[in-house]
Each structure stands twice: as structure tokens, then as C-alpha cells.
């Protein structure tokens, strides 16, 4: 079993609909989470940062963590054509700056069609 | 200001062929990474630099080599390339603090070895 699950997608909606993305995870350990995007044929982007549990809200995306669950999610609201790339979750036991204990999830496609 | 720059963009091999990935920043941080992506698997480190004169093996790191030969540069040498090693290959600088804290990509290095 992986340590971090992503359903791979890909994820079809119409423009404006609201996206739910998702990882689980089976490490308790886990406390930073992060969410990247990447567009076709480019390398990722750091999309929204958050620790422990609770919301984190950065314009039209929310990120969600619920440790007790052991379960991320990314929500984007009115989604629109620019949004479809690949979204990957990624986490990390400590925020000592050691990116070498990144774990990744290994990305959702989304697709918003017009 | 380029941020991370990764060369070639595309590389086609024959088994048993050897090459070098090259990537450069202008960011001036410490940390740089090279990963790789494949279909199912995510994002695999192969190794790192915390700093100018060191480097650690990731989770990866065999039939790979890498060299940090300034603050600027971390190259990863196939030494003789296989088939398994056909991957799309992405350079990273971490860069921020606590929260603020993320990796910088490149734009990757699409790699087949036949």
C-alpha cells in the first residue's frame, strides 16, 4: 500500500463547477501539507501550503485537512479552463527544510471543459 | 530571472548510452533536488544537495550519479543507461521558510532509453 492514495482522474467538469480533490494517507506522522499543480509538460507549482488540521483558504481554492481521518482535500470554486492541469498532493513529517522527506501523491488530471 | 533551468528539454538513448541532466539557478538557495516522475508512481527523489559540497541518495538513487559543482549547478549522470530509466526527469530548489517554504521546478527533462 502507498503511503499517500490519489485517485489518478481524470476528472472531467463543466466550467464554474466546484472541484473536490483528494488524498489519503496512512502515516499519523504527517503535518504539513501541500498542494502542487502542473500544467502539461512543466514541472510543479506550489499551489497551497497548510499545517495540521483545519481550512486554509487562498482566493478560489481551499485546502482541507483532517488528521483525524487521515484525509487532504482541494477545493476550487468556479472553476474555469485555466485551472486544467494535474494536481498533486504532497506532505511531510516535519518542516525542518528537509524537502528530501516529501512524500507525493501521485496526481489527479483535471480537465474543465467549456 | 529564470529561476530553474534544465537541459536538455528531450533525450532519446540506447541502452547502455550515458548522459548527464544539467540544471542551473538564479535563485541563490542551498537545497536543490532532482526527481523523477513516472505514470502511477508520482514524484520519486533520486537525490539531493543541502548544500554546496554535499549530496544524499533519495529513495532511487540507483544508476544515478550527481555532482554539485557550485552553488548554481546539480547535474544527475546516467552511467549506462536502461530502459527503466525512461522518465520524465524534474531539477528542484527549495526555497522560503516555515510555511513559506517550497520547491522551485524546473521544467523537466523527458528521457527514453531504448
Known amino acids: 500500500q502507498k503511503e499517500v492514495e490519489q485517485d489518478p482522474g481524470p476528472l472531467s467538469v463543466p466550467e464554474g463547477a466546484i472541484v473536490s480533490l483528494n488524498c489519503t494517507y496512512s502515516n499519523s506522522a504527517f503535518q504539513y501539507f501541500m498542494w502542487y499543480r502542473q500544467y502539461s509538460r512543466k514541472g510543479p507549482e506550489l499551489l497551497m501550503y497548510?499545517?495540521?488540521?483545519g481550512n486554509k483558504e487562498d482566493g478560489r481554492f481551499t485546502a482541507q485537512v483532517d488528521k483525524s481521518s487521515k484525509y487532504i482535500s482541494l477545493f476550487i470554486r468556479d472553476s474555469q479552463p485555466s485551472d486544467s492541469a494535474t494536481y498533486l498532493c504532497?506532505?511531510?513529517?516535519?518542516?525542518?527544510?528537509?524537502?528530501?522527506?516529501?512524500?507525493f501523491g501521485t496526481g489527479t488530471r483535471l480537465q474543465v471543459t467549456l | 530571472n529564470a529561476g530553474v533551468t534544465q537541459t536538455p528539454k528531450f533525450q532519446v538513448l540506447k541502452t547502455g548510452q550515458s548522459m548527464t541532466l544539467q540544471c542551473a539557478q538564479d535563485?541563490?538557495?542551498?537545497?536543490m533536488y532532482w526527481y523523477r516522475q513516472d505514470p502511477g508512481m508520482g514524484l520519486r527523489l533520486i537525490y539531493y544537495s543541502a548544500s554546496e559540497g554535499t549530496t544524499d541518495k533519495g529513495e532511487v538513487p540507483n544508476g544515478y550519479n550527481v555532482s554539485r559543482l557550485n552553488k548554481r549547478e546539480f547535474s544527475l549522470r546516467l552511467e549506462s543507461a536502461a530502459p527503466s530509466q525512461t522518465s520524465v526527469y524534474f531539477c528542484?530548489?527549495?526555497?522560503?521558510?516555515?510555511?513559506?517554504?517550497?520547491?522551485?521546478f524546473g521544467s523537466g527533462t523527458q528521457l527514453s532509453v531504448l
Open positions: 535563485m541563490n538557495h542551498n537545497s
Open positions: 528542484a530548489v527549495r526555497g522560503g521558510t516555515g510555511t513559506n517554504e517550497k520547491l522551485f
Open positions: 504532497a506532505m511531510t513529517v516535519s518542516n525542518t527544510g528537509t524537502a528530501s522527506k516529501l512524500t
Open positions: 497548510t499545517y495540521s488540521s
